[in-house]
């Protein structure tokens, strides 16, 4: 029955990552120094989503602590400038963004509903969904327009645990496709790489 328990929990938490971005097919863009990048069009959008895996020497209890330095963590997330938490509650927080962007782009910012599911096999879900709408703009900033995607974290064995981390957005505004191709490789290559150094390094 635990075996069960264990294998239901799984599938839900695949099932949960796969359908985040509605992502149609997953093809391998980048695979170096441990991190896998996949990228998938998106039906409806001009803006591919990306998934990062990796292996990180660490326990799913310290990853999270690192997750939930919300201030923090803006030094490893790429491209993040500052970030602040906005409110928490219970397994729920909202978390404000500020993105730097290459010049002439205008700088973006977010707000995100981040909620934290723990699974009975040990494993954890941070599930990320977009709110522009809970603080006003910002005359400095785009505004991201949407952001769906999450976190998933599987402990495995030798004290490892397998990192996922998957997302598709709109950034709102406009955007250069040289920009949007290099964003949706090098955010999730550079985060996780990021994550990982400051996590194997404690």
Request: net charge negative; charged share 25%.
């Amino acid at each position: 029955m635990i075996a069960l328990s264990r294998v239901a929990a799984v599938c839900g938490l695949s099932l949960l990552a796969s359908g985040l971005a509605h992502a149609e097919d997953w093809k391998l863009a980048k695979d170096e120094d441990g991190i896998k990048i996949y990228l998938s069009e998106v039906q409806g959008s001009k803006y591919k989503a990306y998934r990062g895996v990796t292996t990180i020497k660490s326990d799913v209890a310290s990853l999270r602590a690192l997750q939930e330095d919300v201030q923090g963590s803006c030094k490893w997330i790429h491209a993040c400038a500052e970030q602040s938490l906005l409110k928490h509650e219970g397994a729920e927080s909202w978390v404000y963004t500020r993105f730097e962007m290459p010049w002439p782009v205008t700088a973006r910012d977010s707000v995100l509903h981040v909620v934290t599911v723990e699974n009975a096999d040990g494993s954890l879900v941070r599930k990320l969904d977009g709110q522009p709408e809970y603080r006003p703009a910002d005359k400095d900033h785009v505004r991201v327009a949407s952001l769906e995607g999450a976190w998933t974290f599987v402990p495995k064995a030798d004290g490892m645990v397998e990192v996922t981390y998957q997302v598709h957005t709109e950034p709102g505004g406009s955007v250069p496709s040289w920009l949007a191709n290099s964003f949706v490789v090098d955010a999730p290559f550079n985060t996780l790489n990021g994550l990982r150094a400051l996590a194997e390094k404690r």
